[in-house]
């Protein structure tokens, strides 16, 4: 799953601009100026699923699991109607991926079946304040849920993880009470609860 960052060089701006609301609402480049084609292409020739408004299915541990995934919404390149429709019923797990925990995109996942939804950008908030949390979540999620695993929507059947990442943007390059984080989850079966 591809992102800006994947597409485009960082570009100069006031940090203070994070505070501001989310990316989705700065300008956007037309053309991406980095290879993110090159990038695509050799990961996807290393082995790696391309979910960029794809679907795709694969087997793990002798279970069938289906895959959706959308862009990156912030640069206007999600297209969930090449996605929907229901996820596999015959699969033994559906995870929906997407780059940024946009609610609009989490609730279409769930409405079409998926069981677990796996997003990033927040970057966790990437300044926090103890007791208080993410002072910004960059996009539509609320701050509680800025990173982690949670439960969508709140009282619903399906997971969300939300990755803190590794990176930060080099024009505010910093995390305040935000560990950057590679999220790693073992996943079992559901009647081993």
């Not at 990437?126 to 609320?142: E, K, M, S």
Request: aromatic share 6%; with cysteine; charged share 25%.
């Amino acid at each position: 799953m591809l992102g800006s960052n994947d597409m485009y060089a960082p570009e100069p701006y006031n940090p203070a601009r994070y505070l501001m609301g989310p990316s989705s609402r700065r300008r956007i480049r037309k053309e991406p100026d980095l290879p993110w084609e090159k990038l695509r292409d050799d990961l996807t020739a290393a082995g790696w699923l391309d979910l960029n408004n794809q679907r795709g299915q694969v087997t793990a541990g002798g279970l069938d699991v289906a895959l959706a995934g959308v862009h990156d919404s912030h640069i206007k390149r999600d297209r969930y109607e090449m996605v929907a429709g229901q996820a596999d019923p015959a699969a033994d797990l559906r995870i929906g991926v997407m780059h940024s925990p946009e609610p609009r995109l989490l609730d279409q996942f769930v409405a079409d079946g998926y069981d677990l939804l796996f997003a990033g950008h927040t970057h966790g908030g990437q300044l926090r304040l103890p007791v208080y949390g993410a002072l910004v979540t960059n996009c539509g999620i609320d701050r509680e849920r800025a990173r982690g695993l949670h439960r969508h929507p709140a009282d619903g059947q399906a997971w969300l993880n939300v990755s803190a990442g590794l990176g930060t943007s080099p024009w505010a390059p910093a995390r305040f009470a935000c560990r950057p984080e590679a999220s790693l989850l073992t996943l079992v079966p559901r009647d081993s609860r």
